[in-house]
């Protein structure tokens, strides 16, 4: 059996790829050959040189100096620093035909072990586009002579318009994705009989995959990475966590979607909370037989009706859904890996922390029937909350509740989510 790793394009983004080696290394996964696309091709040449550390100080520290030597030093933490780099990114394009990434060769230097590279057992792989022939390229380790690796590697990362084209011969040559971002059918044909694919969501085309009885898993991204034209070490660090954490909760050492959270914690909380909940949303559907429609109304919803009625595994994944979008509307941190308390105090904690939000605002909002934008559903959801707290025998509170509920079911089920942590 082989095992192929294959690398996709994706620029700085590239970091989530050294957070999938660590997971690789961690649950002690071997592989024989590696392939990759533009940064995929860089990360792979160090993953056959098997110096993991290497590339993680390099993806850890990175910043714009180690690839450019024209100053790009915005705040890329503000929306005014990342246009400014954009913007010379743009006046590169115009005036010189892209970024010169002379800068980014000589770092490449630091990093390339040709003795190891070649002496690994490890078989590679990259893919580059000649824009002199109009072909693609598609070499193997074999194929590559020692002082022609450093060239072939930067043609295959060379993302232009943004880069400068790279001149081998005097051909010019462009980024793999242009023809393969995610060379799968490359590592078939050098043998692989299962993959590993990590498929860093960026541009670039993707071929049929010519063997369909070959396994492959996917690691992909499962929360919104930075740009991959923003190389900065604030990124970077965060991509090389969420690569691992993706990783891990790919082969199910770790639990969550969008979240992470520490193996089967996920299950001990639905436990722990499902029947409170349960209890809590057939308390607030309780309208003393009074709008009786409303009632059943409320009860059909689909993620309301799961869970009064049971139905476990779908309910598991409402909670989850519930829990993790709660994460995402109070602003948690999602590279972590959680403890499931935790994680629930830090969202009580975040509810609490809303303590002068503008109630007359929202019920305006919800008077006029007007759209609860994304911007406001933390605010929103605070007001859920502020009206359970006070719903215990008030049919008031508990009508106007399930008759937010038939519009905004996910809000409600959220607020009563911490609502229900709070008072378990």
Same mark, same amino acid.
């Given at each position: ?15 989530? #790829? ?22 995929? !091709?860089?990360?792979? %040449? ?93 070499? #193997? ?13 930067? %043609? ?5 318009? !943004? ?28 043998? %692989?009989?299962?993959? +590993? !694919? ?15 009885? +070959? ?49 089967? &914690? ?5 436990? #722990?909370? &499902? ?32 869970? +009064? ?6 309910? #598991? ?87 937010? %509920? ?19």
């Amino acid at each position: 059996m082989k095992r192929a790793i294959v690398l996709s394009g994706g620029g700085a983004r590239g970091a989530y #790829q050294v957070g999938v080696w660590r997971a690789l290394r961690k649950l002690n996964i071997k592989y024989d050959i590696v392939t990759g696309t533009s940064v995929g !091709a860089l990360n792979g %040449a160090l993953m056959v040189q098997k110096e993991y550390f290497k590339a993680r100080s390099m993806w850890y520290n990175l910043n714009f100096s180690l690839l450019f030597s024209e100053p790009m030093d915005s705040d890329l933490l503000t929306f005014k620093g990342k246009v400014e780099v954009f913007k010379k990114y743009m006046s590169n394009i115009i005036l010189r035909g892209g970024m010169d990434v002379t800068q980014l060769e000589n770092t490449m230097d630091k990093y390339l072990n040709h003795k190891k590279f070649y002496k690994s057992n490890i078989d590679y792989g990259l893919v580059t586009v000649n824009l002199s022939s109009f072909k693609p390229v598609v070499l #193997q380790k074999k194929d590559i002579s020692p002082h022609q690796l450093k060239d072939y590697l930067m %043609a295959s990362a060379t993302c232009f318009p !943004a880069f400068k084209m790279k001149n081998i011969d005097d051909d010019l040559f462009i980024d793999g994705a242009y023809y393969e971002k995610l060379p799968i059918n490359q590592a078939i044909d050098m043998g %692989a009989t299962s993959i +590993i !694919a990590v498929d860093l969501n960026s541009f670039g085309i993707t071929h049929k995959i010519k063997e369909k009885d +070959i396994p492959i898993t996917y690691i992909v991204p499962r929360n919104k990475l930075d740009s991959f034209l923003l190389f900065d070490s604030n990124f970077t660090r965060r991509s090389i966590k969420l690569g691992y954490n993706d990783a891990m909760k790919t082969f199910k050492r770790l639990d969550g979607q969008k979240y992470t959270f520490r193996l089967n &914690h996920v299950e001990k909380n639905f436990n #722990q909370y &499902h029947q409170t909940l349960k209890s809590n949303l057939l308390n607030m559907a309780d309208l003393n037989g009074k709008n009786k429609r409303l009632t059943e109304e409320i009860l059909k919803k689909n993620k309301i009706s799961a869970i +009064i009625n049971d139905r476990i595994k779908t309910s #598991q994944k409402i909670m989850l859904d519930i829990m993790e979008y709660l994460g995402e509307m109070f602003k948690l941190n999602d590279s972590l890996i959680y403890h499931i308390s935790i994680y629930n105090k830090s969202l009580i904690e975040a509810i609490n922390n809303y303590e002068n939000f503008n109630i007359d605002l929202i019920e305006k909002k919800i008077k006029n029937k007007e759209t609860i934008k994304l911007a406001d559903k933390s605010y929103f959801i605070k007001y859920l909350y502020s009206k359970m707290e006070i719903m215990h025998n008030n049919p008031k509170i508990k009508k106007e509740l399930c008759t937010l %509920a038939r519009f905004f079911e996910r809000d409600v089920l959220a607020a009563l989510y911490i609502y229900t942590i709070c008072n378990k």
